[in-house]
Each structure stands twice: as structure tokens, then as C-alpha cells.
Nanobody, 120 residues
Framework: QVQLVESGGGLVQAGGSLRLSCAAS????????MGWGSQAQGKQRELVAT???????HYADSVQGRFTISRDDAKKTVYLQMNSLKPEDTAVYYC??????????????WGQGTQVTVSS
């Protein structure tokens, strides 16, 4: 099994910044793509950013130029640096990690979510 622990959410004023972290642990042989999704109240979850194991990144149009995703494979951790935050960024943010486990199983695991609230 794979466990994810997220941290870094909170309340911030518009224009401010937050940094989210997500650390993976468990029976991990290799970590493949890592990413972040968000789910605003009453809406479906959507992908915000992803990073491959070669470092290629992809962002949703709504966060392009404001958010930066990065990973530290030695720490099995993915980060999301969120700058120039807007009230519409308010949501629960979930990390997701694709792994190959020690038993040869491919898993996509989602974190428990961390609340980000941006006040106007």
C-alpha cells in the first residue's frame, strides 16, 4: 500500500502565496507521475498540475504562470508552490501519485486533501 500525507493548506489573502507538500510512503519501488488536483465546493475534482519522473510539467490554464509543481524523488515528495492566489482558487487540494509497488502493482493513490481558502 501507499500512503500520502499532505500539508501546507490554509487561509491567505488574495495575492498571497502558499506551498503545499505531499509525502509518499509505503511499499514503493518507483514513483511515476505526481500531481495535484482541486475540488471546489459543489464542483468536480479537476487536475491542476502534474510532473513526470523526467521533470516534464503540465498545468491547467487557470493556474499557468502562477503555480509551480516540483518533486523530490529522494524524499518521495511533490510540492505545489501557489503564487498570486485568487479567491477562485479556493478548494480542497489533493495530491496524487502513480507508483509501482514492491509487489509489481501499479497504483494511483490520492491524498486526504488540504483546504486552501483565499479571501478577497
Amino acid at each position: 500500500q501507499v500512503q500520502l500525507v499532505e500539508s501546507g493548506g490554509g487561509l491567505v489573502q488574495a495575492g498571497g502565496s502558499l506551498r503545499l507538500s505531499c509525502a509518499a510512503s509505503g511499499s514503493i519501488l518507483r514513483i511515476n507521475p505526481m500531481g495535484w488536483g482541486s475540488q471546489a465546493q459543489g464542483k468536480q475534482r479537476e487536475l491542476v498540475a502534474t510532473v513526470t519522473n523526467s521533470g516534464n510539467t503540465h498545468y491547467a490554464d487557470s493556474v499557468q504562470g502562477r503555480f509551480t509543481i516540483s518533486r523530490d524523488d529522494a524524499k518521495k515528495t511533490v510540492y505545489l508552490q501557489m503564487n498570486s492566489l485568487k479567491p477562485e482558487d479556493t478548494a480542497v487540494y489533493y495530491c496524487n501519485v502513480d507508483t509501482l509497488t514492491l509487489t509489481g502493482t501499479r497504483l494511483r493513490t490520492w491524498g486526504q486533501g488540504t483546504q486552501v481558502t483565499v479571501s478577497s
